[in-house]
């Protein structure tokens, strides 16, 4: 089976300038994907598509094939899966794409052993036709406030409020990676669609790398958990 991890990488970023190649924990922050992919058991190839050339240098520099995408899908605007789409075509001129593995810059927080883990059980299912990454919440209560009203519980009754045993068990879409056959993406233009499987990682995985804080805080787990030793 041939797997090509497909990472999206734009030049513009507003939060914070270049995000995609800022220094994380001693290496550009793309490279600690571009790395975790290599690694994997499971994956044919690692490409990066991006409109930044100086994205693309590093990407080479790391070992990735690169993609250079066209401006009219890398506006804020633009989707992903016409990101995707694209790479698809390239890809698919030399190399066939059974399956793609589609990992988010901005989420480090994971190992080798969540891609090749979550390949396998997409592998394993048989009929599953997409996959994305979560994290198990347990107590996990959400209120609103909507101006001149009272707040409002938006997922449980706060006048029955459950024993934590017999709340439900739910799930957070953490956005580390996404897992799609080429022929789903093209027909419904969406990362996830028929057979959807939920992969498991643990709940310090879920942070995502978008304001200066946050990467301070991914930084301290990163070396917390020894994720740093790709």
């Known amino acids: ?77 633009a989707s992903s899966e016409s990101a995707w789409i694209h790479a698809i075509e390239i890809i698919q001129k030399d190399n066939n794409v059974d399956m793609v593995f589609a990992p988010q810059v901005t989420s480090p927080l994971r190992e080798v052993s969540d891609i090749d883990g979550a390949i396998k059980e997409m592998m394993d299912d048989g009929t599953a036709d997409s996959l994305l990454s979560t994290v198990e919440i347990e107590d996990f209560f959400i209120w609103r406030q909507i101006q001149g009203c009272n707040p409002e519980s938006v997922n449980y009754d706060y006048t029955n409020r459950k024993p934590r045993q017999e709340i439900e068990k739910k799930y957070l879409e953490n956005g580390s990676f996404y897992i799609f056959k080429p022929k789903l993406l093209n027909d419904s233009n969406n990362r996830l669609d028929g057979k959807v499987v939920l992969y498991k990682m643990e709940k310090y995985k879920m942070f995502q790398i978008d304001n200066d804080e946050d990467i301070k805080l991914s930084a301290i787990i990163m070396k917390g958990f020894g994720l740093d030793k790709v």
């Open 1 to 77: 089976m041939h797997i090509h991890s497909i990472i999206l990488a734009r030049g513009g970023s507003k939060g914070i300038p270049n995000k995609n190649i800022i220094d994380f924990c001693g290496k550009p922050l793309i490279a600690w994907t571009i790395n975790q992919c290599l690694h994997s058991k499971y994956i044919t190839e690692v490409w990066v598509s991006s409109d930044s050339q100086d994205i693309l240098d590093v990407s080479e520099k790391y070992g990735a094939k690169t993609i250079r995408r066209p401006d009219n899908i890398s506006g804020d605007s």
